[in-house]
């Protein structure tokens, strides 16, 4: 008995050493596909080497993420690019980067990112009657605004007056004007309220169903047959979307879906974001949904680069709406883009960037500053500057 009970004692010493081993093995390919070292390089033109730094340093992280995603890994972040080495070959720049996968999946950004927020507009208006709550279309977006603002990564302004899609809410989120599909709207939007992004959306189902039959007979099915007047189901689909404010390209669609079964009402005069309306079933079933968008918009721009609008242009000094209050500070360093007139294409609102700045002052809502080297590129109101990642 003694015999077996050492030998049984010996296997399971023997399984669980054998599962550590395992366990190691596993956690070292964990770590190998959460990782790469690539190179990257580019050419050094006239914008000078920091420029062609920067554009290896995105070369190599170009590679780095198809690397990783080979592995199945997670989308790569600019937190997780380390320079190890760099050296100039001619007028070639080369970088070497180690590409460490975070275990968290969002990063935050050191500035802090202009939004406007504009109506969502309800698809079918004969789902929200008159006796319902009229706050939905301004009160959806402003709370995605005011809970955006709230993490201090962005600042939100309310635009919930103007909505993008009044025409054909039904073809969102493409913009129709005269049958034609255009994105001057989320341009002028944005350039008028100095912002970055564009957040818009449709409410695209609010639907109220009765609870249509009764099964039984009796008291019981009496009282079914009473109640059905009084318990539905509502159904809530709402579309969120976030434009890019310089180029109109839409970076951020997602449809967020739920249904109620009991008392589905919004009682006249609730106003999203109160207590009434949170104490609501259908109330509070929007404000999940409008704190699940929020989360996701911010996890996702986090990682965006930061950007604003070239607001004029003096003696070669250059003037741009940001300040203090998006955390931009004396020293920083932005590319400049000049703004092709003659795009019209999304996307193709800008060309290659003409130089580097570096802000000498700041105020609360504008900063200014020189181009490294000279002023020997023109500079205009109208362009636009954007964060330089340096890793």
């Not at 900063?367 to 490294?372: I, M, S, T, V």
């Not at 002023?375 to 330089?388: E, F």
Request: glycine residues 10%; charged residues 20%; proline residues 3%.
């Amino acid at each position: 008995m003694r015999y077996k009970l050492g030998l049984t004692g010996l296997l399971l010493t023997m399984l669980v050493a054998c599962g550590g081993t395992n366990n190691t093995r596993s956690q070292a390919e964990a770590i190998s596909q959460r990782q790469a070292t690539v190179q990257g390089s580019a050419v050094i033109t006239g914008a000078g080497v920091d420029q062609a730094r920067q554009e290896a340093i995105n070369d190599a992280i170009a590679n780095a993420s198809l690397q990783l995603k080979r592995s199945g890994s997670e989308s790569l972040l600019a937190s997780d690019i380390k320079v190890v080495d760099e050296w100039q070959e001619g007028n070639t720049y080369h970088v070497q980067v180690l590409a460490v996968l975070a275990q968290q999946h969002a990063c935050h950004s050191p500035y802090r990112k202009t939004i406007v927020a504009t109506a969502f507009p309800v698809m079918n208006a004969d789902q929200v009657n008159g006796n319902e709550s009229q706050d939905l279309f301004s009160g959806i977006p402003r709370e995605i605004g005011n809970r955006l603002m709230e993490s201090g990564d962005f600042i939100a302004r309310n635009l919930t007056s103007t909505s993008l899609y009044q025409n054909r809410p039904d073809l969102a989120p493409e913009i129709m004007l005269n049958g034609i599909i255009v994105n001057s709207a989320i341009l002028d939007v944005a350039r008028r309220q100095n912002a970055q992004l564009v957040l818009a959306g449709v409410i695209r189902d609010f639907k109220v169903e009765s609870t249509q039959y009764v099964r039984g007979s009796g008291v019981l099915a009496e009282l079914k047959s009473v109640m059905r007047d009084y318990i539905a189901r509502r159904s809530i689909g709402i579309d969120v979307f976030v434009y890019d404010g310089f180029t109109g390209a839409l970076l951020f669609q997602h449809r967020y879906t739920d249904s109620i079964l009991g008392d589905v009402s919004l009682p006249s005069g609730y106003t999203v974001g109160s207590e009434r309306f949170d104490s609501t079933s259908a109330g509070h079933k929007i404000t999940q949904i409008i704190a699940m968008a929020s989360d996701d918009i911010k996890d996702l721009f986090g990682c965006y680069p930061f950007a604003a609008r070239v607001s004029r242009v003096e003696n070669n000094r250059i003037y741009i709406a940001a300040g203090a209050q998006d955390k931009i500070k004396v020293g920083d360093r932005f590319k400049v883009y000049s703004v092709d007139t003659y795009a019209s294409s999304v996307g193709m609102g800008f060309t290659d960037p003409v130089g580097i700045m570096v802000l000498t002052d700041v105020g609360p809502s504008m900063a200014a500053g020189n181009l490294e080297g000279g002023g020997q590129y023109q500079v205009r109101p109208g362009d636009w500057v954007r964060s330089v990642e340096m890793p």
